[in-house]
């Protein structure tokens, strides 16, 4: 299915900026309350959900094995979601191989990163990988509010679902939940980008904290600085209080240290946020490409109980 996007003028004519593609699978027989929305990382597409490295079936497939609808799309301008500068602005950087391995398979955690499907030095599988890749647009603000603006509306056309992100995705989640109570039933943010406020080298900044744009504050902020240096609790968000979120972090990634603050922000502003250490659950020598895995089946297995005991009990 496609979300369209918005119409704008361009040389006279009538162009369209930021449609999003989205395709669904489901069981013969759907077991579970809510269906899964799955958002891809940054740079990437959708087909990170359908299969790993190695060929093995990606999350996608073991949630429609578990009983769930799946919708999996492909962000605005990336993969099958077209992206042209003349209406969605300049591109980012490309992707480099330089920055997948920083991203992937740091050397810092060599020693604990077992599970990254290929050897380091296949560069054979590395350009593979690297393939799917390709820019962002350079206006971080502009790209998550065109994506939870599109992600909203998809909601709004299959009705209340679970939103599981990755990585780059992770702040479109927080939006998406605070442009639309009530159609999002929880979030499974795996290794959310962040903490608040930071700078992502080759993406842009958190101005916002939890985004890049602004979130439906109350009492209302006025600046980015206001939010920064209040006390955790004097902001909350309505829309997003009580709402079931889980932070999935792994062993071997630098990027698992950026999701307890966001964790912490989230619970400050009323949400039921926390976080979910792989190690915890007897998952080891993950990544931040965890969901892909050599053991991403057994990285699932704690989520999938997750989401049953926060989604399928009586209130």
């Not at 497939?61 to 099958?80: N, W």
């Not at 050897?119 to 962002?136: H, K, T």
């Not at 962040?194 to 439906?216: E, R, V």
């Amino acid at each position: 299915m496609w979300i369209p996007g918005d119409r704008i003028e361009w040389q006279g004519a009538t162009c369209q900026s930021g449609p999003l593609f989205a395709e669904w699978e489901a069981p013969e027989e759907v077991t579970r309350p809510w269906p899964i929305v799955l958002l891809h990382g940054g740079g990437y597409q959708g087909t990170e959900w359908f299969d790993t490295p190695d060929g093995r079936p990606g999350w996608a497939q073991r949630l429609v094995e578990a009983g769930y609808a799946v919708v999996v799309a492909d962000r605005p301008g990336q993969g099958r979601s077209p992206f042209h500068v003349e209406t969605m602005g300049p591109m980012g950087p490309p992707f480099t191989y330089e920055h997948g391995r920083q991203i992937y398979f740091p050397a810092t955690y060599e020693e604990q990163h077992t599970q990254w499907p290929f050897d380091r030095s296949d560069e054979a599988a590395m350009d593979e990988f690297i393939a799917g890749y390709g820019p962002l647009p350079a206006d971080l603000a502009f790209s998550e509010d065109m994506e939870a603006d599109r992600i909203a509306k998809l909601l709004d056309r299959i009705g209340p679902a679970i939103l599981l992100t990755h990585s780059a995705s992770g702040p479109v989640g927080w939006l998406v939940a605070d442009r639309r109570p009530g159609l999002v039933k929880a979030i499974v943010a795996v290794e959310p980008m962040g903490p608040p406020f930071a700078t992502i080298p080759n993406i842009g900044t958190l101005t916002w904290g939890l985004a890049a744009p602004p979130l439906t504050w109350e009492p209302s902020v006025t600046s980015p600085d206001e939010l920064r240096e209040a006390i955790p609790g004097t902001h909350r968000l309505p829309a997003l209080a009580g709402l079931p979120i889980v932070a999935v972090t792994a062993e071997a990634s630098a990027f698992a240290a950026a999701s307890k603050p966001a964790i912490d922000q989230l619970k400050a502003a009323g949400a039921m946020a926390e976080v979910l250490y792989l190690p915890d659950h007897g998952v080891y020598g993950n990544g931040h490409g965890l969901i892909y895995e050599k053991n991403s089946d057994a990285a699932l297995a704690p989520v999938l109980e997750w989401l049953i005991a926060h989604t399928e009990t009586d209130d």
